[in-house]
């Protein structure tokens, strides 16, 4: 009965809808909102831009599924942190000079969600949705035998957090038994039980002051996993368009009716936006101001091992440095250092400075790996972070009809996309989501 009522509920939004949903954006939040619509029985097309999927801020990123890390990077006293990183190259969050004109109500609000109370209620809010994503993911996994580099499946590698001082440790500390109260599950380390788990940080983990551990997490290539649910979706009846950009929304009687194409053509349907940083471009001519903004990072893809070394020199846990802003993560036979910060606009070039400090975190933590290392023949990439100034991502209604939210992530954003998709086709169809959707509605 419940199934014939769903399937009736489904035919009249179809019905409502006309030609069904555009996605825009085929990164990680379009192609889950697409999976999830088109398995509902929802027509839905995503648009990418470009002639592949994932090419923007999902191709090499993190590579870990981490409910352990939601909180946001406008921390309490980001403020003065940004304003002394004006004249530093090196700090691992700035703001470029030439940005600052376009980044003033940006810049502001970021720093006003930066309060401990607001910057809590992001955290508490993060990790709810965090959490659920996580275990929709592992259900997803599962259901469909997706394969892409994953572990920890069964709690093998947890994600570590270093700490050089007692300060910094304290503040994890705190930050974790915050998140214990919600479910979170973490172990403390001293510098010789990190040196027994991680045997690859043995001579450099005595000069560290501790450790906490994430059992929950887990570690995957998430491009991967996107080439494979993009699959998934079209065997559900999703379509995908490649090299197809939608460079205008178009409105009738105060309702989006649908996009106009680079090419000329136009397609009618309920627009979702899921282009992460470009979203704000097409929202902002229908009078709606989205505060995100690209948080440019950087990744270096090598190679996992230590010739010359013995045996566990081969990293097998993904490392996290809050104060570096840096981490490292192991996929398979390859390790990928990632992070850092730049809010300087849509700009994907590599900075040979910001790529040098990804090269030392490596040599200061795994000296004889980086000794070894041809850096002449690793994988750089940059990429950008959608960030939203709350820090929180925006999912739902965007409160003018016919448009839809699931954009601004930031660094969450394969954690989050797989929950963020369940929130919004829940709203769509009137259904009460599994997570309160009121701390990431537009």
Known sequence: MKARLDRTVQSAINAAMGQGFIIIGGGLMGVTSLYELAQRGHNAVLLETSDALGNGASHANGGVLHPSLPDPWNNPGIGRILLSALFNHHAPIRMGLGELPRLWRFGFEFIRYSSPAQHRTSTLANYALAAYSLAETQALTQKL??????????????????????????????????????????????????????????????????????????????????????????????????????????????????????????????????????????????????????????????PNRTKNAPTGARLTHPLVDDARHIAMTPLGDKLRILGMAEFIGADTTLNAARLQILRQFLTDLLPDMAAEVDWAKTDNWAGLRPMHSSGRPRIGASGMAGLWLNCGHGHLGWTMAVGSAKILADLIEGRVPAVAPAPFKP
């Open 145 to 302: 035998g997706l394969s892409y580099e994953q572990a920890n499946l069964h709690h093998e590698a947890p994600t570590v957090k270093l700490f050089s001082t007692q300060k910094a440790l304290a503040r994890g500390r705190h930050l974790a038994d915050m998140l214990a109260a919600q479910g979170l599950a973490y172990e403390a380390w001293t510098p010789t039980e990190l040196a027994a788990h991680e045997p690859a940080l043995a001579s450099t983990a005595p000069s560290l002051t501790g450790a906490l551990a994430f059992p929950n997490d887990q570690i995957g290539n998430a491009l991967l996993f996107l080439q494979q649910l993009a699959e998934a979706a079209r065997a559900a009846g999703g379509d995908i368009r490649l090299n197809t950009q939608a460079i205008k929304l178009l409105r009738e009687n105060g309702r989006v009716t649908g996009v106009q194409l680079a090419n000329g053509d136009r397609l009618t349907g309920t627009v979702i936006l899921a282009n992460g940083h470009a979203a704000p471009a097409l929202a902002k001519p229908c009078g709606l101001p989205l505060s995100i903004r690209p948080a440019k990072g950087y990744s270096i893809t090598l």
